[in-house]
Every structure is written in structure tokens, then in C-alpha cells.
């Protein structure tokens, strides 16, 4: 399929498709005609980026979906695979809400001492 029917199917422009090639995220592409520049991509891609999208609804990063995927390709046992990275990802956002919540505090004690000096 062109670029364009990837995009109506999985409801990525035609930007993204391109970033997420450049980036190695979509594997299964070829040029049949060498004389001009269209591509085919393969249904493999729309599951991929389907991953893609719903990976980084819960925060990962481009770089972890593709280190994901690339191990997805190369894995017989997906599930474990999938659940280390889920827990490390788990771990990483408790540190950052940990660190928001310090920052919050420390916002908090600067606006409380500005106050009282304003009194």
C-alpha cells in the first residue's frame, strides 16, 4: 500500500510515517519501481504502528517502542519481554511523579515565604 492508505488506516500523516521510517520503526517496505520514488508498505506496519500509538499513551518513548518492536521481531517469549519493559517503565514514572511532587512542595514553600514577606 502507499503511503497514503497507511495513513487513512491507522490515522498517522504521512509525516509521521516518514519519521517513523527514518527512525526504523516500520520494517516491511519496498520500492517496485526504481524509476520513480513511491513506496509500498506492508500490512506488517499498520500492526506496528498501532503498537507505536499505544505505547506512547503511556509514555514511552519512541526509542523504547522501537527496542520494544525489535524485540517482539526477534522473541519467541513476547510476554516476558513485554513485562520488564512495562515495570521498568512503571519504576521511571513513580521516580518522576516523586520528583513533581518535590517540585510542587518547593514551589509551594517559595510562595508561602514571598507572602509573608509581602505581610
Do not use: H
Request: hydrophobic share 30%; charged share 40%.
Amino acid at each position: 500500500m502507499k503511503i497514503g492508505e497507511l495513513s487513512k488506516k491507522t490515522g498517522v500523516s504521512r509525516d509521521t510515517i516518514r519519521f517513523y521510517e527514518s527512525r526504523g520503526i516500520l520494517t516491511d517496505i519496498s520500492r517496485p519501481f526504481e524509476w520513480n520514488n513511491y513506496k509500498n508498505y506492508g500490512e506488517k506496519n499498520i500492526k506496528r504502528i498501532q503498537i507505536v500509538k499505544y505505547l506512547q499513551r503511556f509514555s514511552f518513548t519512541l526509542k523504547e517502542c522501537k527496542e520494544l518492536l525489535d524485540q517482539r521481531d526477534l522473541s519467541i517469549n513476547q510476554c516476558v519481554d513485554k513485562e520488564v519493559a512495562f515495570k521498568k517503565k512503571l519504576v521511571r514514572i513513580e521516580e518522576q511523579i516523586n520528583e513533581l511532587q518535590e517540585t510542587r512542595d518547593s514551589l509551594i514553600e517559595l510562595i508561602l515565604e514571598q507572602t509573608k514577606k509581602k505581610e
